[in-house]
């Protein structure tokens, strides 16, 4: 990837201690193409905020240092970073500290544990809603084409229905064409690392979307590469 291509990509940083967690988002967010910076404490996060704000900022509640409480109400109060999307996660559920943190000024509020896609998707519509032209509300390859904002897929003039985890599974190698996914990556990706499903769920799953992709002699945009993985054939639509 050159300099302009690496630039054109949002950035998110992530401000969170646990590092498991820290680096199974750093993990997926990259897998979708952002620039990712991380660190453990909100004093530090305030240095890396005030030097280069990101595109969108992924703020625990509890930090050492400074709190994600007090950084989100200063990143409120100053000109350049007023506007920044905030997702603020945190272990404390209840009404009250929802209300507490979106009255500071975060755009979002992730209870932990959550679903890995589901918050990849929050990002995507934190991103699109303050950046639209960052942030691609559609995908197509040859004569297939996936709306992220309807939920829809079609090929040609045909509409294709796709249950929830197909959708996420074609959204997520139609915007990687070529690159070959291993199961595990699919599962962390599609149905996040703490989901308890065996592997052989994500072949399940592929076997599914070909089916609802191709029909007669359509040709099958999905290539299997054995002992590796699946991918979107990046030559689909070009012959």
Known sequence: ????EDANRPSILIVEDEAALSLL????LEAEGYRVERCDRGDEAELLLAESPP????????LPGVSGLEICRRLRAREVTRGLPVIMLTARGDEGERIRGLSVGADDYVVKPFSVPELMARV???LRRAS??????RLAAGDIELDRETRRVRRGGREIHLGPTEFRLLD???EKPGRIFTRAQLLDAVWGMSAEID???VDVHVGRLRRALSRGRETDPIRTVRGAGYGFDEMFGRA
């Open 1 to 4: 990837m050159n300099v302009r």
């Open 25 to 28: 988002l750093t993990y997926n």
């Open 55 to 62: 595109d969108l900022v992924i703020l625990d509640w509890m």
């Open 124 to 126: 995507r519509a934190l």
């Open 132 to 137: 639209p032209e960052r942030i691609a509300g």
């Open 172 to 174: 997520y190698l139609l």
């Open 199 to 201: 592997e052989r769920t």
